[in-house]
């Protein structure tokens, strides 16, 4: 069974543009959540989506938006970017119930310059 | 919200060594995981650990949810075995995911 995939694995942006990030989860998970990861303020919770709607959101302000595909498949949206937000964006799918592993992809690193 | 500390913050070892990781959580969950994070940056679920006890391999961890703190016991440790530990706790609040992680215990292991 293929593992959750992000792309990509790298970005470079400026700031004042936006970004999308894509995640696949394991096949057959209907639950892709989204953290955020820097130095300074550790993992934290952006979103979680199941069945193509956000079921829970962290403390993010507006600019950070998501999706979910029929596929299960997510994105997530990064608007008017500032130097704050280069982080290690991870993605984590699971089966969507209480009792879960959360699975992890390999994140993709983003740094804005 | 519910606070995850988890101790030490570093951890230093010579090949071979055991070695005990500590997460305290201030509020009931009803759901536990422990992470290993590579120098890679991928994180590796190792277990999903609400209560009771888990093996696996090397590894074992621990949860006493009344007291409101999971231990992972690594033995033999290898190098491969370095990187960061994390605990995450989710109380699945009106059914969904919304895990708390803790600022993770960095282990290195000295060939």
């Known amino acids: 069974k293929a593992g959750v995939t992000q792309t990509p694995r790298y970005l470079i942006k400026t700031r004042g543009q936006q970004v999308t990030l894509s995640c696949s989860p394991i096949s057959g998970h209907r639950s892709v959540s989204w953290y955020q990861q820097t130095p300074g303020q550790g993992l934290q919770f952006l979103f979680e989506?199941?069945?193509?709607?956000?079921?829970n959101k962290g403390n993010f302000p507006g600019r950070f938006s998501g999706r979910q595909f029929s596929n299960s498949r997510s994105e997530m949206n990064v608007s008017t970017l500032e130097l704050g937000d280069s982080a290690l964006y991870l993605c984590?799918?699971?089966?969507?119930?209480?009792?879960?592993?959360?699975?992890f992809g390999s994140g993709t690193q983003l740094s804005v310059l | 919200g519910i606070q995850v500390e988890q101790s030490p913050p570093d951890l230093i070892l010579q090949e071979g060594a055991n070695s005990t990781l500590r997460c305290n959580f201030s509020?009931?969950?009803?759901?536990l995981q422990w992470f290993h994070q590579n120098p890679w940056g991928q994180l590796i679920n190792l277990f999903y650990?609400?209560?009771g006890t888990k093996q696996n391999g090397r590894l074992s961890a621990t949860t006493v949810a009344t007291e409101r703190y999971s231990l992972l016991y690594i033995s033999s440790s290898q190098t491969t075995d370095s990187g960061v530990y994390f605990c995450a706790v989710d109380r699945f609040t009106s059914g969904t995911y919304k895990y708390i992680f803790g600022t993770g215990t960095r282990l290195k292991v000295l060939a």
């Open positions: 984590a799918s699971s089966g969507g119930s209480r009792n879960e592993k959360l699975f």
């Open positions: 989506y199941f069945s193509e709607t956000q079921r």
């Open positions: 650990i609400p209560s």
């Open positions: 509020d009931s969950v009803n759901n």
